[in-house]
């Protein structure tokens, strides 16, 4: 079943490691397929030794449709997001080194550069600390995702979501560039940040980039 969503997955989950965003098995991507299937990767594996076979499907209620890999780990977090964020359709959750840096220190990234805000919508907060295999990740990141398609974990890593895996990807790798921006300006000096109407003007923007869907 869903072969092509799997292989979606799967190409996502590699291009995350082609931009240094997630290292051997660690973070997931999951992809809600209708109301009652979504898929996930395995627990453990090695994104570069997976085929889209060892994909996993579950029901909103975390039983296992269809797959032999164990689901990953944070599974419970990701569908308390589904459940409560209809609009989501995609979520990747990374450990990626740059946001998270700054979610160590800031409690949020703000927007530094324009890509920022076209690709999450915006300043992206800084949620309070939740463990892997925990719902709490996925209950902070309902609440500090405020209308954003990113929110920083800290002293963990990085949710980010969309109506789309598309989305959720772009968003996933413009804040960890974001998030080098600020630390290389924050390097040098005292960062000057886009104002509010220069972050709606991003946003705006960003609905009229692109080839149109055919
Ligand atoms: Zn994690």
Redesign the pocket.
């Known amino acids: 079943m869903f072969e092509k969503e799997k292989e979606k997955v799967l190409t996502t989950a590699l291009r995350l490691k082609e931009y240094r965003l997630i290292a051997l098995s660690?973070?997931?991507v999951s992809l809600r397929i209708d109301d009652g299937h979504i898929l996930v990767t395995p627990s453990g594996m090695d994104y570069s030794e997976m085929d889209a076979s060892d994909i996993c499907i579950v029901d909103i209620d975390g039983n296992v449709v269809e797959g032999t890999r164990r689901i990953s780990v944070?599974t419970e977090a990701l569908l308390y997001i589904y459940k409560n964020m209809p609009e989501v359709n995609a979520i990747i959750?990374?450990?990626q080194v740059y946001a998270t840096a700054v979610g160590a220190v800031e409690d949020k990234l703000r927007s530094v550069v324009t890509t920022l805000p076209n690709a999450t919508l915006g300043d992206v907060n800084v949620a309070p600390f939740s463990s892997?295999a925990s719902l709490e990740?996925g209950i902070n990141s309902v609440k500090y995702l405020d209308g954003k398609r990113a929110v920083i974990?800290k002293n963990?890593?990085v949710v980010t979501v969309g109506s789309t895996i598309k989305e959720a990807l772009y968003a996933a790798v413009y804040l960890e560039d974001a998030a080098k921006t600020y630390i290389l300006a924050k390097a040098i000096g005292n960062p000057v940040l886009l104002d509010q109407a220069q972050v709606d003007q991003a946003v705006e923007v960003f609905t009229h980039y692109g080839q149109d869907k055919i």
């Open positions: 660690g973070g997931n944070d959750h990374t450990h892997a990740m974990l963990h890593g």
